[in-house]
């Protein structure tokens, strides 16, 4: 698997987008400490149509590197709660999309992430930082988690439905997986 130019531009259009939307997400105010809404990924759902696997983790290391940059985090250990929660929901979502596709929307997929990644950053807080005490936060956290995972994945399925921009995209895309093959 060779990351050609094309590939390489889409993997950076879309982590643009992920870093222009999480600049955009840190302007609202965190009313809990590592509760996000999640914008950033946006653009990581909806790639899942036109990256292989190796573009699209690529692309999820790109948005939690630059998310970081963004947040001033990357020195720190919320870097790593990012950094284990994307990578944990990007192979969720990934399996789902593989597996369960055309049977699950982006918005099940969307669900299934952000439940993921708040799960894996429950799991480091208990381990590391809070001790028992931090599953008392966990309904908030999957509420909150559940609510932004579906507005995101319904922005998604829309866009994918909707966008003639994107539908050129994911053709252009599979024309480039067949000639590859």
């Known amino acids: 698997m060779a990351f050609t ?5 889409r993997i950076a259009l879309l982590g643009a987008f992920s870093m222009f939307l999480s600049t955009i997400e840190y302007l609202f105010p965190r009313p809990i400490p590592f509760m996000r809404l999640g914008l950033a990924n946006l653009p990581v759902i909806l790639a899942l149509e036109i990256l292989p696997a190796p573009s699209y983790f690529l692309l999820v290391l ?4 630059g998310q970081a940059l963004v947040n001033g985090t990357l020195a720190s250990y919320v870097f790593l709660f990012s950094l284990t929660g994307s990578f944990a929901s990007a192979l969720v979502m990934w399996l789902c999309y593989k597996g369960l ?6 918005i099940g ?7 993921t990644s708040n799960m894996a950053q429950i799991v480091l ?3 590391f930082i ?3 005490s931090a599953w008392r936060i966990l309904p908030l956290f999957l509420g909150i988690g559940l609510v932004s995972g579906v507005f995101i994945g319904i922005f998604a399925q829309r866009f994918s439905d909707k966008s003639r921009w994107w539908k050129a995209m994911k ?3 599979v024309l480039q997986e067949e000639a590859e093959l």
């Open 5 to 9: 130019e094309k590939k390489l531009n």
């Open 62 to 65: 790109m948005k939690v590197l």
């Open 101 to 106: 596709r055309p049977r699950i929307t982006f």
């Open 109 to 115: 997929i969307s669900i299934m992430g952000a439940l």
């Open 125 to 127: 807080s208990i381990t």
């Open 130 to 132: 809070f001790g028992a």
């Open 171 to 173: 053709e252009e895309s």
